[in-house]
């Protein structure tokens, strides 16, 4: 007995490429090799200390029981006003529900929305659990590609060439990962203006990273837009601003029909989330928000001085980010050298090669999308990092 007794959905399944590399990571670092981890996409910094005291008193306060399955009450209110306060969003406490991450909430919306054969635009590169989610959906994925040289941004004349009249949803990362860029206000306006054409189109718009954002005109909210504010689902959550990455909280914010359709899925296959992380977030949404500007800061410089030493390894092609922790250099120079023993054939060849030689984790574009690159978390200190970039450029020149 064996993998194909595994249903058919699982054995067509792709294994998450980030938590794949991280896992390997530690595999080796247990063995006691000094391997610097810059796979997984996860803030290097502790959750605030406000927060966390919320979810002591939470748990002395006997919060210890199952919650309402959107989420309590108060939290979903905090949700609405921080939507307000940031967003120029206006959803009720009804249009919220809560969920188990910001994974789990996007998920659930391509479970509650797409049919057997309805197609789902992804702009890429994309975030690799994406065409994994729509698979699940038994939706089809349709890859609407973002060039290099206009920052892996997909123009909205792609986009409205990928419409067909079996498009249910299209789905981005704004501020992206991997590539770190971020959609202007006016880049989203125009995909709005196609969304409006094609009423029965979705969008689902994820802003997880919505604090870690550089760009001077600051995050935008597609779903601020009135007239096509019931056709958006905005994804959000604490993980990434908040550093609050293994408390699980995340959430969607849709119209009530939708709200409704999600808390269901969840009714039958979750339940409302943690009750404790949920007393957390309610102080994370409510503010304030310094601590989360002090990260941002810190990315921000490390992004600095992670591009430029990237920028200095020959053949390495690298864009600057605009907001998220990660660089995403163009490797593909390399494809088909070798030092020796190894031929890298492509991004995966080139990771595991890196892997095993600098003892440097970093994942594979191919996951994202994009083969030609590789994805480099920057939340790490800046003492890992320019050793992290040393090596990598110590280990490249071996490959001729
Ligand atoms: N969307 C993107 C683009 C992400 O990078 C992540 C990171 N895990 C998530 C969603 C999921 O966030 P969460 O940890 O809240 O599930
Ligand atoms: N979003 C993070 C990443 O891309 C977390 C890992 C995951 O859930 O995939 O690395």
């Not at 290097?44 to 927060?51: C, E, G, L, Q, S």
């Not at 189109?201 to 001077?216: C, G, K, Q, S, V």
């Not at 999600?262 to 409510?286: D, H, M, P, R, Y």
């Amino acid at each position: 007995m064996s993998v194909e007794l595994l249903a058919n959905r699982i054995n067509a399944l792709e294994e998450s490429a980030t938590l794949g590399m991280t896992k390997r990571a530690r595999e080796l670092s247990a063995q006691g090799h000094k391997v610097i981890s810059l796979s997984v996409g996860e803030p290097d910094f502790k959750t605030p200390k406000h927060i966390c005291d919320a979810a002591k008193d939470a748990i002395d306060a006997g919060f210890h029981g199952y919650s309402p399955v959107a989420g309590y009450p108060d939290l979903r209110k905090a949700i609405a006003d921080k939507l307000r306060r940031d967003n120029n969003l206006e959803w009720n406490p009804e249009n919220i529900v809560v969920s188990t991450g910001a994974k789990h909430s996007l998920a659930n919306v391509l479970q509650v929305l797409v049919n057997p054969g309805d197609e789902v635009i992804i702009f890429s590169p994309y975030w690799v659990s994406y065409s994994e989610m729509v698979k699940l959906a038994e939706g089809k994925t349709v890859i609407c590609e973002g060039a290099f040289d206009n920052n892996f941004k997909v123009t909205p004349e792609q986009f409205e060439a990928a419409i067909t009249p079996k498009t249910k949803v299209v789905m981005y990362a704004s501020p992206n990962n991997p590539t770190g860029s971020v959609y202007t206000e006016d880049e989203l306006r125009a995909i709005a203006e196609i969304v409006k054409k094609h009423p029965n189109i979705f969008i689902l718009a994820d802003e997880i990273y919505e604090y870690i954002n550089f760009t001077e005109g600051g995050h935008f909210s597609i779903g601020s837009i009135p007239e096509i504010k019931d056709r958006v689902i905005t994804v959000n959550g604490v993980a990434k601003g908040h550093a609050m990455t293994g408390w699980r909280i995340g959430f969607t914010a849709s119209a009530k029909w939708i709200a409704e359709g999600v808390e269901k899925l969840q009714g039958q296959v979750t339940s409302g989330t943690n009750s404790i992380a949920q007393k957390a977030a309610t102080v994370a949404f409510n503010g304030p928000l310094d601590e989360a500007y002090k990260m941002k800061d810190a990315y921000n410089r490390r992004r600095g001085l992670v591009v430029g030493l990237l920028r200095e390894i020959p053949g390495f092609k690298v864009n600057m980010p605009d907001g998220a922790f990660y660089a995403f250099p163009d490797i593909s120079d390399y494809f088909g050298k070798s030092d020796g023993k190894t031929i890298i054939k492509d991004s995966d060849d080139f990771c595991m090669w890196l892997l095993a030689e600098a003892l440097v984790a970093t994942v594979a574009g191919s996951g994202f999308g994009a083969p030609n690159c590789m994805r480099i978390s920057t939340a790490a200190s800046d003492e890992q990092l320019v050793e992290a970039c040393e090596r990598i450029k110590t280990a490249v020149a071996k490959l001729q």
